[in-house]
C-alpha cells in the first residue's frame, strides 16, 4: 500500500548540506503497524512530514514514495489537499499547539468533513458525534461547543485522534502522540489506538523515543539514528536479538522489573 | 534523620471573585509527612497536578502559604526568614526540570555555573571561584574549554549537565531535583541519572527526587512516595512497591508503564477516565473516581494511613479490610 524508496531529505545553508533522512526505505501493508525509535534529530518528524508533503520548501527531496499508486512527491498542492486529512492524516505531539485556540472542537472537526466529503452541516456533526464517542470522550454535545483550553490534556489528543480518524484515512501517522501525557493518560490513549486500528483497519506509523510504547503497539520497528535506519526488525525479534549496538543501548536505558 | 517534613499542608491563594470576597486558598497538598536519611535517595511520583512539585517548593522555602513543619538538621525551616535562609541555601541546592530555560541565555557557561558563588560564597578570590568551576564542570562530564559558551549552543543534555554543576558548586548536602531528566531523550536520561548516581555517592549527598515516570524513579531512588492529587497514596522503599505495592493506584502506574519485553501482558487494571481537578477533590478517598474496587465507604470519609512494615505506609480500605 506504501512504499517507499530511497528517500533522502537534506537542507542547505551556506556550504553546509544537513542530510536529515539518508536512503530510507520501507514498506507498509494495509493494517500493519510500523513503529518508528529514535532520538531528537534522527529524522523520525522529517520522514513523517514527507509522507504528508508538508516539508519546507527548501528541502531538497530525493527517492520514490508510492501510496496507493500515486507518486506522492510529484503531486501539486491541489492534488495534496485531497490526500491530506483523507486518505492520509496525522496526530501531532502536542495537542494544544494543534488545535486552534479560537475555535471550538465542533468547528475544527465539523470544518474536516465538510471540506473532504460534502457532507451537509447536520450530516458532519452527527458523524462527528460519533466520532468522539468512540474515541470516549464522556459528553460529546457539550465538548463540540467548548474551546481547547476547556479540556484537559489526554482529551485534546482524544480529539486530535478523533480529528484524524473522521475521513476513515487508509494510513494514520502518529508522531509522538503518548509523550506529552501523563502515564495512565498514554496507557489508555494506546488502547485507544489500538482498539481503533482493529475497528478500521489501517496502516499505522507510530513515532516515539518510547522503545516500550512501541512494543505495545507496533509490529515491525525501525530504529533511526541521525537520519539513517540502524536496524529493522520484527518487535519481539528486536526484543529478543537486538542486532546494532545503539539498539542494545536504547534497550538498556529502559528499565525492567527483572532487574 | 536528616530531613524531616510533619503533617506539611501548602496552599495557594485563589483569585477573589469581587474586592470584597473572603480570601479562598485551593489545598494543594494535604497533610504529608516524611523523612530522610543522609546520602538517601527519596523519589516522589506522580501525575501532573498531585502537588510534588509544591512540597519541592516548600524545601526550599519559595512556598509562602504553609502550615506543618520542615526539620533540615535542627533548622526549623518552615519558619526561617529570608535572612536566616541564606546560610542555609549553601546546604539545600535545587536542578529544575527544562535545562534550557533555567540558564540566563546572556551568561556564558562560566558565569551560570559561578553565579551561585558569588552570592554564597561572597569570601572567595576570583581564581579560587574559576578554579571551583572548572573542576566542577570537570565533574559533570563537561570539558572546561567550553566554558565561554552560551547555553543556546549546548544541547538539552549538556545543558542539563551544567545545571547540576551549578547546584552543586556550593557543595550542597540537600539536592532536590524535580523533574531533571523528562525533557531529555532516554539515552540522555540514562546517561544524566548515572551521573547523578556518582556524583550522590561521591558527594554523600540526600536527594529528593521527582519525576513523573516510576521507570526513572526506580532506576535511582532508595524510598518512593506516591502522590496523587496533594495526597500522599503509598510510601515504601523501592523493592518493597516494586515487588508488593498494595494501593490501587500504584498499581495502576506499574501497570501503565509499558513493558516492551511482555508486551501481551495484560494490562488488568488500566485506569479510567482523567485525573479530577485539585479544586474540586473528590469526597472521601481522592482516588475513588477512578479506582477499580472502589467500595461505599470510600466515598464518605478518607482511609487513614496504616504501616504495613517499618518500610511501607498506605492509605486504602481494602488493607485495613484484610487484618
Given at each position: 500500500?506504501?512504499?517507499?524508496?530511497?528517500?533522502?531529505?537534506a537542507?542547505?545553508?551556506q556550504?553546509?548540506?544537513?542530510?536529515?533522512?539518508?536512503?530510507?526505505s520501507?514498506?507498509?501493508?494495509?493494517g500493519?503497524?510500523?513503529?518508528?525509535?529514535?532520538?531528537?534529530?534522527?529524522?523520525?518528524?522529517?520522514?513523517l512530514l514527507?509522507?504528508?508533503?508538508?516539508?519546507?520548501?527548501?528541502?531538497?527531496?530525493?527517492g520514490e514514495?508510492?501510496?496507493?499508486?500515486?507518486?506522492?512527491?510529484?503531486?501539486?498542492?491541489?492534488?495534496?489537499?485531497q490526500?491530506?486529512?483523507?486518505?492520509?492524516?496525522?496526530?501531532f505531539?502536542?495537542p494544544m499547539?494543534?488545535?486552534?485556540?479560537?475555535?471550538?472542537?465542533g468547528t475544527?472537526?465539523?470544518?474536516?468533513?465538510?471540506?473532504?466529503e460534502?457532507?451537509?452541516?447536520?450530516?458532519?456533526?452527527?458523524?462527528?458525534?460519533?466520532?468522539?464517542d468512540?474515541?470516549?470522550?464522556?459528553?460529546?454535545?457539550?465538548?463540540?461547543?467548548?474551546?481547547?483550553?476547556?479540556?484537559?490534556?489526554?482529551?485534546?489528543?482524544?480529539?486530535?485522534?478523533?480529528m484524524?480518524?473522521?475521513?476513515?484515512?487508509?494510513l494514520?501517522?502518529?508522531?509522538?502522540?503518548?509523550?506529552?501525557?501523563?502515564v495512565?493518560?498514554a496507557?489508555?490513549?494506546?488502547?485507544l489506538?489500538?482498539?481503533?486500528?482493529?475497528?478500521?483497519?489501517m496502516?499505522?506509523?507510530?513515532?516515539?523515543h518510547?522503545?516500550g510504547?512501541?512494543?505495545?503497539?507496533?509490529?515491525?520497528?525501525?530504529?533511526?539514528y541521525?537520519?539513517?535506519?540502524?536496524?529493522?526488525?520484527?518487535?519481539?525479534?528486536?526484543?529478543k536479538?537486538?542486532?546494532h549496538?545503539?539498539?542494545?543501548?536504547?534497550?538498556?536505558?529502559?528499565?525492567?522489573?527483572?532487574? | 534523620?536528616?530531613?524531616?517534613v510533619?503533617?506539611?499542608?501548602?496552599?495557594?491563594?485563589?483569585?477573589?471573585?469581587h474586592?470584597?470576597?473572603?480570601e479562598t486558598?485551593?489545598?494543594?497538598v494535604?497533610?504529608?509527612?516524611?523523612?530522610v536519611?543522609?546520602?538517601?535517595?527519596?523519589?516522589?511520583?506522580?501525575?501532573?497536578?498531585?502537588?510534588?512539585?509544591?512540597?519541592?517548593?516548600?524545601?526550599?522555602?519559595?512556598?509562602?502559604h504553609?502550615?506543618g513543619?520542615?526539620?533540615?538538621?535542627?533548622?526549623?525551616?518552615?519558619?526561617?526568614?529570608?535572612?536566616?535562609?541564606?546560610?542555609l541555601?549553601?546546604?539545600?541546592?535545587?536542578?529544575?526540570?527544562?535545562p534550557?530555560?533555567?540558564?540566563?541565555?546572556?551568561?556564558?557557561?562560566?558565569?551560570?555555573?559561578?553565579?551561585?558563588?558569588?552570592?554564597?560564597?561572597?569570601?572567595?578570590t576570583?581564581?579560587?571561584?574559576?578554579?571551583?568551576?572548572?573542576?566542577?564542570m570537570?565533574?559533570?562530564?563537561?570539558?572546561?574549554?567550553?566554558?565561554?559558551?552560551?547555553p543556546?549552543?549546548?544541547?538539552?543534555?549538556?545543558?542539563?549537565?551544567?545545571?547540576?554543576?551549578?547546584?552543586?558548586?556550593?557543595?550542597?548536602?540537600?539536592?532536590?531535583?524535580?523533574?531533571p531528566v523528562?525533557?531529555?531523550?532516554?539515552?540522555?536520561?540514562?546517561?544524566i541519572?548515572?551521573?547523578?548516581?556518582?556524583?550522590?555517592?561521591?558527594?554523600n549527598l540526600?536527594?529528593?527526587?521527582?519525576?513523573?515516570?516510576?521507570?526513572?524513579?526506580?532506576?535511582?531512588?532508595?524510598?518512593?512516595m506516591?502522590m496523587?492529587?496533594?495526597?500522599?497514596?503509598?510510601?515504601?522503599?523501592?523493592t518493597?512497591?516494586?515487588?508488593?505495592?498494595?494501593?490501587?493506584?500504584?498499581?495502576?502506574l506499574?501497570?501503565?508503564?509499558?513493558?516492551?519485553?511482555?508486551?501481551?501482558?495484560?494490562?488488568?487494571t488500566?485506569?479510567?477516565?482523567?485525573?479530577?481537578?485539585?479544586?474540586?477533590?473528590?469526597?472521601g478517598?481522592v482516588?475513588?473516581?477512578?479506582?477499580?474496587?472502589v467500595?461505599?465507604q470510600?466515598?464518605?470519609?478518607?482511609?487513614?494511613?496504616?504501616?504495613l512494615?517499618?518500610?511501607?505506609?498506605?492509605?486504602c480500605?481494602?488493607?485495613?479490610?484484610d487484618?
Amino acid at each position: 500500500m506504501l512504499k517507499v524508496s530511497d528517500l533522502s531529505i537534506a537542507y542547505t545553508h551556506q556550504e553546509h548540506t544537513l542530510r536529515a533522512v539518508d536512503q530510507l526505505s520501507f514498506e507498509l501493508q494495509a493494517g500493519e503497524t510500523l513503529g518508528i525509535v529514535g532520538e531528537s534529530g534522527s529524522g523520525k518528524s522529517q520522514t513523517l512530514l514527507a509522507l504528508l508533503g508538508l516539508l519546507r520548501k527548501n528541502a531538497q527531496i530525493q527517492g520514490e514514495i508510492v501510496f496507493q499508486g500515486k507518486a506522492l512527491l510529484q503531486q501539486t498542492e491541489k492534488q495534496w489537499q485531497q490526500i491530506r486529512g483523507k486518505e492520509i492524516s496525522m496526530i501531532f505531539q502536542d495537542p494544544m499547539t494543534a488545535l486552534n485556540p479560537y475555535l471550538t472542537i465542533g468547528t475544527q472537526l465539523i470544518e474536516v468533513l465538510q471540506h473532504h466529503e460534502q457532507l451537509s452541516y447536520a450530516a458532519a456533526k452527527a458523524r462527528t458525534l460519533d466520532m468522539l464517542d468512540q474515541v470516549q470522550i464522556a459528553t460529546p454535545k457539550t465538548r463540540l461547543t467548548q474551546y481547547p483550553h476547556e479540556c484537559s490534556g489526554g482529551m485534546r489528543q482524544r480529539i486530535m485522534i478523533a480529528m484524524a480518524l473522521l475521513c476513515k484515512p487508509t494510513l494514520l501517522l502518529a508522531d509522538e502522540p503518548t509523550t506529552a501525557l501523563d502515564v495512565t493518560i498514554a496507557a489508555q490513549i494506546i488502547a485507544l489506538l489500538k482498539e481503533l486500528q482493529r475497528q478500521h483497519q489501517m496502516a499505522i506509523i507510530f513515532v516515539s523515543h518510547n522503545l516500550g510504547v512501541v512494543a505495545q503497539l507496533c509490529q515491525k520497528v525501525h530504529v533511526m539514528y541521525q537520519g539513517k535506519v540502524l536496524e529493522q526488525a520484527k518487535t519481539s525479534e528486536l526484543f529478543k536479538h537486538p542486532q546494532h549496538a545503539y539498539t542494545k543501548r536504547l534497550l538498556a536505558a529502559l528499565y525492567r522489573e527483572d532487574r | 534523620m536528616s530531613l524531616r517534613v510533619q503533617s506539611l499542608n501548602i496552599y495557594y491563594p485563589m483569585q477573589k471573585q469581587h474586592m470584597f470576597a473572603k480570601e479562598t486558598y485551593m489545598h494543594a497538598v494535604k497533610d504529608l509527612s516524611f523523612s530522610v536519611e543522609t546520602g538517601q535517595t527519596l523519589g516522589i511520583v506522580g501525575e501532573s497536578g498531585c502537588g510534588k512539585s509544591s512540597v519541592a517548593r516548600a524545601l526550599l522555602g519559595l512556598q509562602p502559604h504553609l502550615t506543618g513543619e520542615i526539620w533540615w538538621h535542627q533548622h526549623a525551616l518552615h519558619d526561617c526568614s529570608d535572612q536566616q535562609w541564606m546560610p542555609l541555601r549553601r546546604d539545600i541546592q535545587m536542578i529544575f526540570q527544562d535545562p534550557l530555560a533555567s540558564l540566563d541565555p546572556r551568561f556564558t557557561i562560566e558565569q551560570c555555573i559561578q553565579e551561585p558563588l558569588n552570592a554564597l560564597y561572597p569570601e572567595l578570590t576570583q581564581i579560587q571561584k574559576q578554579h571551583r568551576v572548572e573542576k566542577m564542570m570537570q565533574r559533570v562530564g563537561l570539558s572546561p574549554e567550553l566554558k565561554h559558551r552560551y547555553p543556546h549552543e549546548f544541547s538539552g543534555g549538556q545543558c542539563q549537565r551544567v545545571g547540576i554543576a551549578r547546584a552543586l558548586i556550593v557543595e550542597p548536602k540537600l539536592l532536590i531535583c524535580d523533574e531533571p531528566v523528562s525533557a531529555l531523550d532516554v539515552l540522555i536520561q540514562a546517561q544524566i541519572i548515572q551521573l547523578l548516581k556518582e556524583l550522590q555517592q561521591a558527594l554523600n549527598l540526600t536527594m529528593i527526587f521527582i519525576s513523573h515516570d516510576l521507570n526513572v524513579i526506580g532506576q535511582i531512588s532508595n524510598q518512593i512516595m506516591v502522590m496523587y492529587l496533594g495526597r500522599l497514596m503509598e510510601w515504601a522503599d523501592k523493592t518493597t512497591l516494586q515487588t508488593q505495592a498494595k494501593h490501587p493506584y500504584t498499581q495502576a502506574l506499574w501497570n501503565a508503564i509499558p513493558n516492551p519485553f511482555q508486551p501481551q501482558r495484560k494490562t488488568c487494571t488500566l485506569l479510567y477516565g482523567e485525573i479530577p481537578s485539585i479544586l474540586t477533590p473528590p469526597s472521601g478517598c481522592v482516588f475513588h473516581t477512578r479506582c477499580p474496587y472502589v467500595m461505599p465507604q470510600c466515598k464518605i470519609s478518607p482511609p487513614s494511613y496504616v504501616s504495613l512494615s517499618s518500610t511501607q505506609k498506605t492509605a486504602c480500605y481494602l488493607i485495613t479490610q484484610d487484618k
